[in-house]
């Protein structure tokens, strides 16, 4: 994988602290929209498409170590060095990796309800939500009110289900996923494991963001969470589920303007 061949989306001015911006499973970069903008002027983010999502391109297989590299050169080519780094669950996870694989890179680093850990209990919900998707015969779908009806019984909640229905893109010939969604589906059980990594750490200043409503991050791996990053600093926003960002953007956005260091 090239580059070229990860979407970044640059929101700001070209001269503020670059944010870089990684969201989570069947997510993209634009999901982070209203925390760029709420972090401008001071701030330039940089939101990407992880490979497999939105307009970035697909992998023969999920593997956490190159996606994570994959993204590091990215972002060293586009990026001045070091940038400060957020990531959201799935992204979390190459957030953290991409952290101690590559701390030079990194200045900042923010990690959104997910941990260095095994999370196939707590997310278990995504082999509903994907098998889902994969059931819906898209030869049968005229409009995006066609998928959304026929989603209802499968997927009742209707945010999460227009979370996911962002991903349903129109061609010339009918309706398609953008994600590589048959990839995802198959690698559940492997974008629930964290990578051992074991005698690495990364001793930037670290924010780790738990929603209140989540059950993603647990006192168990707090010591896991601290032996990989010992300046870590834990903030539970309480009225919030996984989703902490959208589901309670002011105060997550607070959250990092209070850790984020403000330009000079």
């Excluded at 586009?78 to 694989?101: D, N, T, W, Y």
Aim: charged share 20%; hydrophobic share 40%; net charge negative.
């Amino acid at each position: 994988m090239t580059t070229d061949q990860i979407r970044l989306q640059t929101i700001g001015a070209d001269g503020a602290p670059p944010v870089v911006f990684l969201h989570g499973l069947m997510g993209r970069g634009k999901n982070f929209l209203t925390i760029a903008k709420g972090l401008e002027p001071e701030f330039r983010s940089v939101l990407v498409d992880l490979p497999n999502h939105g307009s970035s391109s697909w992998t023969e297989t999920f593997d956490y170590a190159e996606i994570t590299d994959a993204v590091a050169t990215a972002l060293r080519h586009e990026l001045q060095v070091p940038f400060h780094l957020v990531g959201h669950s799935m992204g979390g996870k190459i957030a953290m990796l991409l952290a101690l694989r590559h701390p030079e890179l990194i200045d900042r680093l923010v990690i959104v309800d997910i941990a260095p850990a095994d999370s196939s209990r707590t997310g278990s919900e995504f082999e509903h939500l994907l098998g889902s998707l994969r059931a819906l015969d898209l030869d049968t779908i005229a409009s995006r009110a066609d998928a959304d009806a026929a989603l209802a019984e499968p997927i009742p909640n209707s945010t999460v289900r227009g979370f996911l229905m962002q991903n349903l893109r129109r061609e010339a010939d009918g309706f398609t996923w953008e994600p590589n969604l048959a990839l995802l589906y198959a690698s559940l059980p492997k974008i629930a494991e964290f990578p051992d990594q074991s005698g690495a750490t990364f001793n930037g200043p670290t924010l780790w963001i738990a929603g209140g409503r989540s059950e993603y991050v647990t006192d168990e791996v707090v010591p896991v969470m601290r032996s990989l990053f010992p300046n870590v600093r834990k903030s539970t926003v309480k009225q919030a589920g996984h989703w902490v960002h959208s589901q309670r953007p002011e105060e997550f956005l607070g959250l990092l303007r209070a850790f984020l260091p403000q330009p000079a």
